[in-house]
């Protein structure tokens, strides 16, 4: 029993089946890695998983409880930490502010009135956030304007602001989209890091085969809203469907 | 200080320094004096300085710090105001219920319209708080007439119960606010040599209230609520994808700012029993925008400075007429006299919505930061020398101020 199952999921947008009979079995304290070429279902998963989409019919199930009809916030208080393709942040804010409102959002939950308490007098707060900057190399850049960061310091960021909430399961879209082989290489380190540094589960999609296979410990291939094979990476580089529909095109 | 940073400290003891020697700042010119008309040290603006600083400063904690646009504000404004007239004439003429009650009415009017209006967000939120507001207006001028007094606006009468203070005054009068017996008309003044100063009951009673509302606007920006309130403007995906549920956030901003609208409304009736349904009309809404932006939007000290700037012009520019003009002229030739009087003329009297258009859009266009950021870059100018001594990292890169 994995700490994510995805039971017979369907999706439909008008005339298009967007997935067909998905089942997904993440196991704990893994790194479970989604291909699959364009157009493959692999987004609307992820949106299935986090709340922004209903399936249409089948169960996702996260920690023994199901995540369906609950609303983002409530299913990331659940233990889920999502980072986009494109890295959302808070622009207007620090990089410090940044990475203590995750924090708040651990302790107080999804709404509390602390209006009158200050920001800087949470020095425990403030020290976790900063231990958090360090492992990711960014505490010399506490102070800046977020926005004013380069991509891959964004990136970073999320993914420094989903870690600090200590989540059971980490989602990765596509980290390294769009990002020079020497940040992509980057990524992978920190990646490999975070896996070593702490028990989590990371879920990637990702169209980059060589992230996919240096972090990999399972792979589902999806392709037209449906799973071809999940296997362990050495069975699937040689695996003829997949080559027919994913890797022979793509190579 | 009072849980404040030695920056925020240092502001609110300048506006505490502010507030309290008012009456000397706002006369420097001596009463017989031909720049005298430029006194605004006089109680009535004064209360209307303070008041609407309340007003601005509660605004800007929705629009500055969520960046919801509420085109509707007057409306709890209008409402404060309606709640302290009837505390007035049913209690008694003590302002302290009358203003508590102007603050939690105004507070379940802002719940209601708050979170109606808040299931859209940008234009259409906009245009629903405009609408309600619209809405109260029409209904505060019409159909409610028994409670809001309809065109005439609500007023004290002789025969109100006041079941805790008096109907009426031995005289045969109607009685006048106060605070414990001390009346928030009673005024002394202060003759030094041909300089004059008043010294208002009602300003300072407001004036305090001001320094209150904000102190908590100050607590407010710097609380971890008042961070969740500028994570809703930044980016509300990040935010649910946090765990955090941005909606009760920005309803709580919205009802705290509608409530210092109350307050600021509750203290108008204070100062002067009565409500009229025009304090809701559309263009008070504008007028507490145009005072936050003039001023700096998302500032502390912006939306005080630009209630005082719009209500200085509204009251002292709109007072020069073209005699006054003339008056001031008078040294040169009559023809040329005429003609600067005749391009200055549109501009001062009933024409300072015009300068004040003018000066908005330089502001909007050149100073985007508001007098707030006016003022940093003259600041900047004088201190850049100083500063390029004790500039350390990091330093520049705290919110602005």
Same mark, same amino acid.
């Given at each position: 029993? +994995?700490?994510?199952?995805?039971?017979?999921?369907?999706?439909?947008?008008?005339?298009?089946?967007?997935?067909?009979?998905?089942?997904?079995?993440?196991?704990?304290?893994?790194?479970?890695?989604?291909?699959?070429?364009?157009?493959?279902?692999?987004?609307?998963?992820?949106?299935?998983?986090?709340?922004?989409?209903?399936?249409?019919?089948?169960?996702?199930?996260?920690?023994?409880?199901?995540?369906?009809?609950?609303?983002?916030?409530?299913?990331?208080?659940?233990?889920?930490?999502?980072?986009?393709?494109?890295?959302?942040?808070?622009?207007?804010?620090?990089?410090?502010?940044?990475?203590?409102?995750?924090?708040?959002?651990?302790?107080?939950?999804?709404?509390?009135?602390?209006?009158?308490?200050?920001?800087?007098?949470?020095?425990?707060?403030?020290?976790?956030?900063?231990?958090?900057?360090? =492992?990711?190399?960014?505490?010399?850049?506490?102070?800046?304007?977020?926005?004013?960061?380069?991509?891959?310091?964004?990136?970073?960021?999320?993914?420094? &602001?989903?870690?600090?909430?200590?989540?059971?399961?980490?989602?990765?879209?596509?980290?390294?989209?769009?990002?020079?082989?020497?940040?992509?290489?980057?990524?992978?380190?920190?990646?490999?890091?975070?896996?070593?540094?702490?028990?989590?589960?990371?879920?990637?999609?990702?169209?980059? &085969?060589?992230?996919?296979?240096?972090?990999?410990?399972?792979?589902?291939?999806?392709?037209?809203?449906?799973?071809?094979?999940?296997?362990?990476?050495?069975?699937?580089?040689?695996?003829?469907?997949?080559?027919?529909?994913?890797?022979?095109?793509?190579? | 200080?009072?849980?404040?940073?030695?920056?925020?400290?240092?502001?609110?003891?300048?506006?505490?320094?502010?507030?309290?020697?008012?009456?000397?700042?706002?006369?420097?010119?001596?009463?017989?004096?031909?720049?005298?008309?430029?006194?605004?040290?006089?109680?009535?603006?004064?209360?209307?300085?303070?008041?609407?600083?309340?007003?601005?400063?509660?605004?800007?904690?929705?629009?500055?710090?969520?960046?919801?646009?509420?085109?509707?504000?007057?409306?709890?404004?209008?409402?404060?105001?309606?709640?302290?007239?009837?505390?007035?004439?049913?209690?008694?003429?003590?302002?302290?219920?009358?203003?508590?009650?102007?603050?939690?009415?105004?507070?379940?009017?802002?719940?209601?319209?708050?979170?109606?209006?808040?299931?859209?967000?940008?234009?259409?939120?906009?245009?629903?708080?405009?609408?309600?507001?619209?809405?109260?207006?029409?209904?505060?001028?019409?159909?409610?007439?028994?409670?809001?007094?309809?065109?005439?606006?609500?007023?004290?009468?002789? =025969?109100?119960?006041?079941?805790?203070?008096?109907?009426?005054?031995?005289?045969?009068?109607?009685?006048?606010?106060?605070?414990?017996?001390?009346?928030?008309?009673?005024?002394?003044?202060?003759?030094?040599?041909?300089?004059?100063?008043?010294?208002?009951?009602?300003?300072?009673?407001?004036?305090?209230?001001?320094?209150?509302?904000?102190?908590?606007?100050?607590?407010?920006?710097?609380?971890?609520? #008042?961070?969740?309130?500028?994570?809703?403007?930044?980016?509300?995906?990040?935010?649910?994808?946090?765990?955090?549920?941005?909606?009760?956030?920005?309803?709580?901003?919205?009802?705290?700012?509608?409530?210092?609208?109350?307050?600021?409304?509750?203290?108008?009736?204070?100062?002067?029993?009565?409500? +009229?349904?025009?304090? &809701?009309?559309?263009?008070?809404? +504008?007028?507490?925008?145009?005072?936050?932006?003039?001023?700096?939007?998302?500032?502390?000290?912006?939306?005080?400075?630009?209630?005082?700037?719009?209500?200085? &012009?509204?009251?002292?520019?709109?007072?020069?007429?073209?005699?006054?003009?003339?008056?001031?002229?008078?040294?040169?030739?009559?023809?040329?006299?005429?003609?600067?009087?005749?391009?200055?003329?549109?501009?001062?009297?009933?024409?300072?919505?015009?300068?004040?258009?003018?000066?908005?859009?330089?502001?909007?266009?050149?100073?985007? #930061?508001?007098?707030?950021? #006016?003022?940093?870059?003259?600041?900047?100018?004088?201190?850049?020398?100083?500063?390029? =001594?004790?500039?350390?990292?990091?330093?520049?890169?705290?919110?602005?101020?």
């Amino acid at each position: 029993m +994995g700490i994510l199952e995805v039971k017979d999921v369907n999706k439909r947008f008008g005339g298009l089946q967007a997935l067909g009979d998905v089942n997904l079995s993440v196991r704990e304290n893994t790194v479970h890695a989604i291909i699959g070429p364009n157009g493959a279902g692999k987004s609307t998963l992820l949106n299935c998983l986090v709340g922004k989409l209903i399936p249409d019919t089948g169960s996702v199930m996260f920690d023994g409880k199901s995540v369906l009809g609950r609303s983002p916030h409530e299913i990331n208080q659940m233990g889920i930490s999502r980072v986009f393709q494109t890295p959302e942040i808070f622009g207007d804010l620090t990089v410090m502010e940044n990475m203590m409102i995750p924090l708040f959002a651990r302790r107080d939950g999804a709404y509390r009135l602390h209006a009158i308490e200050s920001v800087q007098s949470e020095k425990s707060l403030i020290e976790q956030a900063e231990t958090m900057l360090e =492992d990711v190399n960014m505490l010399d850049k506490r102070h800046m304007h977020s926005a004013s960061m380069s991509r891959g310091d964004k990136r970073r960021l999320e993914m420094a &602001m989903c870690l600090v909430q200590n989540p059971k399961l980490l989602l990765l879209d596509e980290p390294t989209a769009g990002m020079a082989r020497a940040d992509t290489n980057n990524t992978i380190d920190l990646l490999k890091e975070i896996k070593e540094k702490r028990d989590i589960t990371i879920a990637i999609i990702e169209h980059d &085969m060589h992230v996919v296979f240096s972090l990999a410990d399972r792979i589902t291939v999806l392709a037209q809203g449906t799973p071809l094979v999940e296997d362990e990476p050495q069975n699937i580089k040689g695996h003829p469907k997949v080559q027919e529909a994913y890797l022979g095109e793509a190579h | 200080m009072f849980g404040l940073d030695k920056k925020d400290a240092k502001l609110l003891l300048i506006v505490a320094a502010l507030v309290l020697f008012a009456p000397f700042l706002l006369n420097p010119f001596p009463t017989d004096s031909a720049m005298a008309q430029f006194n605004a040290g006089y109680p009535d603006l004064m209360q209307r300085f303070v008041i609407f600083g309340i007003f601005a400063i509660g605004f800007n904690i929705l629009f500055g710090l969520t960046g919801y646009l509420s085109f509707g504000h007057a409306a709890f404004l209008g409402v404060g105001s309606y709640s302290a007239v009837w505390m007035f004439k049913l209690l008694s003429m003590n302002v302290v219920p009358a203003i508590i009650l102007s603050v939690i009415v105004s507070g379940l009017f802002a719940v209601v319209i708050g979170y109606v209006s808040l299931r859209r967000s940008g234009i259409y939120f906009s245009i629903l708080t405009l609408a309600f507001a619209q809405m109260s207006f029409a209904l505060a001028y019409s159909v409610l007439t028994p409670i809001t007094g309809g065109e005439t606006g609500l007023q004290l009468a002789l =025969d109100d119960p006041r079941i805790l203070g008096v109907a009426q005054t031995e005289g045969g009068n109607i009685p006048v606010p106060g605070i414990f017996g001390l009346e928030m008309r009673s005024t002394a003044e202060l003759a030094i040599g041909p300089w004059e100063f008043v010294f208002n009951v009602g300003y300072y009673f407001s004036g305090i209230l001001m320094l209150a509302a904000f102190y908590l606007a100050i607590r407010i920006f710097r609380s971890p609520f #008042g961070m969740m309130l500028r994570a809703v403007k930044s980016n509300q995906q990040r935010m649910s994808y946090t765990g955090l549920n941005p909606k009760p956030y920005t309803l709580a901003a919205f009802v705290i700012s509608g409530m210092y609208a109350g307050l600021a409304g509750g203290l108008m009736a204070a100062m002067d029993p009565l409500a +009229g349904a025009e304090r &809701m009309f559309w263009t008070a809404s +504008g007028e507490v925008v145009l005072m936050t932006i003039l001023g700096g939007v998302g500032t502390l000290i912006g939306p005080v400075l630009g209630a005082g700037a719009i209500k200085y &012009m509204e009251n002292i520019i709109s007072k020069i007429n073209s005699e006054i003009l003339h008056g001031w002229f008078a040294f040169m030739p009559d023809g040329l006299e005429d003609l600067i009087v005749a391009l200055i003329y549109p501009f001062i009297g009933k024409g300072w919505h015009l300068t004040l258009g003018i000066i908005f859009m330089l502001v909007v266009i050149f100073l985007p #930061g508001g007098l707030v950021e #006016g003022g940093q870059k003259i600041a900047r100018l004088f201190g850049r020398k100083k500063a390029a =001594d004790d500039e350390t990292p990091g330093k520049s890169t705290e919110p602005a101020e």
